[in-house]
């Protein structure tokens, strides 16, 4: 069955210090994938989304994320983290031709002053 | 680009009563899809639309669940008879028809059954 899994359910990091956040996914063939960002009672904003070509992607609000086929990995980085990071972020993948997302079940970042 | 619009932003409502819920799409955009996130989870799919054809239901989707979109602009989602477990996030999103068919959220209704 197709599923991405987020293995870390919250992260606290301190301001100003990198961030990487795992995403692990199980499809037949490289799906598409995208990161999105909640803050809390709202909808979700597309972060960056890998369809192919280079496997490094930069996304809005200093965001980048690496896709790499071995490892069936696309994790999220970010090299200095600001207060106004903290939410739940969610990776999610769509399979070519389909059109619904499956998404992990969310990584809550919480930022230290 | 107004981005996708969804009313009511929340809704309270008591077990057994009937609720519907109304999502505007970006306005080019062709493609509608549903979904559902409960706390702690990722959003869920429920329903895709292409134009003003419903073209798939998950099976999350239960009979007390229905969805339209008749003109192929807003839609709408209805819960009739709610529960205490349909007690959610209710997100839409839309999309074009091109490679990758990135999504693009609402700010959802919460959705409360007391």
């Known amino acids: 069955a197709q599923s991405v899994t987020q293995p870390d359910i919250h992260i606290t990091v301190s301001e100003g210090a990198s961030l990487e956040l795992r995403c692990n996914y199980s499809y037949g063939a490289t799906p598409y994938l995208f990161w999105y960002v909640q803050s809390p009672g709202q909808g979700l904003q597309l972060l960056l989304k890998y369809f192919s070509g280079d496997t490094l992607v930069q996304g809005i609000k200093g965001f980048e994320a690496e896709f790499k086929r071995s490892q069936s990995s696309f994790n999220l980085r970010k090299p200095s983290v600001h207060w106004s990071d903290a939410a739940e972020y969610f990776c999610?993948?769509?399979?070519?031709?389909?059109?619904?997302?499956?998404f992990g079940k969310g990584t809550k970042l919480s930022v230290i002053p | 680009d107004t981005g996708v619009s969804q009313d009511p932003r929340h809704k309270i409502t008591k077990r057994g009563q009937n609720v519907t819920f109304r999502c505007d799409p970006i306005?080019?955009?062709?493609?509608l899809y549903w979904y559902r996130q409960t706390l702690g989870q990722g959003p869920e799919f429920l329903t895709y639309?292409?134009?003003?054809?419903?073209?798939?239901k998950s099976r999350l989707l239960s009979d007390r669940f229905s969805a339209e979109r008749p003109k192929g602009s807003f839609s709408t989602l209805e819960i009739q008879r709610t529960e205490q477990g349909d007690s959610a996030m209710y997100l839409c999103?839309?999309?074009?028809?091109?490679?990758?068919?990135?999504?693009?959220f609402g700010p959802g209704t919460r959705l409360t059954v007391t």
């Open positions: 306005s080019e955009h062709n493609r």
């Open positions: 639309f292409q134009n003003e054809a419903q073209l798939e």
């Open positions: 999103a839309s999309s074009l028809r091109v490679q990758g068919n990135e999504q693009y």
């Open positions: 999610a993948a769509s399979g070519a031709g389909s059109y619904q997302l499956t």
